[in-house]
């Protein structure tokens, strides 16, 4: 439950940090999270398909 609210405090933080910054601010970041998120998620699908199965000993 405390993350929960923990959690929500962040999220309002941020949004009102987001309503006061210029909307090219806003976007530009926004688009530099989505990249950054797309490379992240591309290496880890790029890493699970090469990884060489391990066998227990």
Not at 24 to 43: D, E, K, P
Not at 45 to 52: E, Y
Request: no cysteine; charged share 10%.
């Amino acid at each position: 439950m405390l993350f929960l609210v923990a959690a929500l405090l962040l999220l309002g933080v941020v949004l009102g940090t987001v309503a006061h910054a210029p909307l090219t601010f806003s976007v530009a970041v926004g688009a530099a999270i989505a990249v950054w998120l797309g490379l992240f998620a591309l290496r880890e699908r790029h890493g699970r398909r090469h990884r060489t199965p391990t066998t227990g000993s």
